[in-house]
């Protein structure tokens, strides 16, 4: 604890470095209470803040980890979200013709496992084109993912998948309705300020027949496992994040907005609630994550 007391202490008294914001052009409108006219409040991490300032912060964070976002998501899970990925996408089972929406898509990582995952069907069929708009809210997230396409050689060309990057929020998208057959969103949702804005989206993009995919932390069946996976969580990550990415405070709130995200029973109620059926979700290690997933029917 002393330890962690003189880290944090030496982290704070270290200003971070402004952030330059480099959003799709838009800014968010916090919404009013509409008893008192004050701006309505809600938590980032353990903090109460008002909406705006929650927009603006999750921004900040993926603004600042984006160079190291990847590198950092191994070393956090010790690589273990590789398969989680790899699990989500074996469950969504695209075919060819998949138009997927990717939202909060970040560096591409589930657009890559799609666009792997169709190339292993062998060669489409005629007429049967297939394609994935990544969508991210944060510029910063998007350009480092763009890279790595390039890199890894997921680009049209090399594929035959269209590969589309698109600036936006998840709570007002800028596509129109019913235009994907699949939406996913990974390790997104918890970051946004209204959850039912989000899954209303999603219902309204998908075409009758769409399948709506979520892959999130989530909530471990028995205090035992919680109490170990929090020691873990709250000693060990942030100080990754202070050694690998020079960066604490980010890494203390990925912790933190994992325990307020609702557990997988509240979180399929309110997947039930935009209007999906057939909601399941299956966890995955334990319930540290769990995947989500309902149809538009
Ligand atoms: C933890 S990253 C996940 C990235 C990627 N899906 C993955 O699994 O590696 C969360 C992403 O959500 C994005 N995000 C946060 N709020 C968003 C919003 N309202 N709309 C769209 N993206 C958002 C962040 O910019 C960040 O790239």
Redesign the pocket.
Known sequence: MALRRSVIRFISSKRPSPAVYRTCGFSTQASKDESSNKTKQTHFGFQSVDEEEKWKK??EV?ETVAEK?DVM?DAMSLGI?RLW?DIFMQRLAPTHGTKLL??????G??SFRYINYLRNLGPPPEGKHSSVTV????QA?LDVGKVRAQRQGFTREATGVDIDWLC????KLTVPDESYTAYT????IR???HIDK?LEEAYRVLTPGGRFMC?EFSQLPNNTMQWLYDQYSFQVIPVLGQLIAGQWKPYQYLVESIRQFPDQEKFKAMIEDAGFRQVRYENLTFGVCAIHSGFKI
């Open positions: 999750v921004h993926f976002y998501n979200h990925k990717d939202v909060a898509g970040g560096t990582d589930i969508c991210d809210i944060n997230m936006g929020d998840a709570e969103i990974a390790f997104g970051n946004c300020t989000v892959l």
